[in-house]
């Protein structure tokens, strides 16, 4: 079972780009996702979140306002919405799973989440 990360790629500054997060392998539930990134020479940082039965979705503060994450039940998927990209969005995005649901206060914790994609490249040009 893997998660596949894809739609990454190089835009300017002030464009939009959606990221998209598949499992592969067998079907299981995305309940509980969420996306990190990863700037070189940086700790990851968490993005966005959602989880089972809590109808909120939690942001970073960096991102609050300019990104959106959603589900595609019917494609078993997990979208990342990203509008007026900046230069400092530029990082290796990944998305993640749990299998129960997190506890809010563990969620922005890398740690927190068990099955991990392979990350895809957004360069954000200025």
């Known amino acids: 079972v893997q998660l596949q990360a894809s739609g990454g790629g190089l835009v300017q500054a002030g464009d939009s780009l959606t990221l998209s997060c598949a499992a592969s392998?067998?079907?299981?539930?995305?309940?509980?996702m969420a996306w990190f990134r990863q700037a070189p020479g940086k700790e990851r940082e968490f993005v966005a979140a959602?989880?089972?039965?809590?109808?909120?979705?939690y942001y970073g503060d960096s991102v609050k306002g300019r990104f959106t994450v959603s589900r595609d039940m019917a494609k078993n998927s997990v979208h990342l919405l990203m509008n007026n990209l900046k230069p400092e969005d530029t990082a290796v995005y990944y998305c993640?799973?749990?299998?129960?649901?997190?506890?809010?206060?563990?969620?922005?914790?890398?740690?927190?989440?068990?099955?991990w994609g392979q990350g895809t490249q957004v360069t954000v040009s200025s």
């Open positions: 392998g067998r079907t299981f539930s995305l309940a509980n």
């Open positions: 993640a799973r749990k299998e129960n649901r997190p506890i809010l206060s563990s969620i922005k914790l890398a740690d927190t989440w068990s099955y």
């Open positions: 959602y989880r089972t039965g809590d109808t909120n979705r």
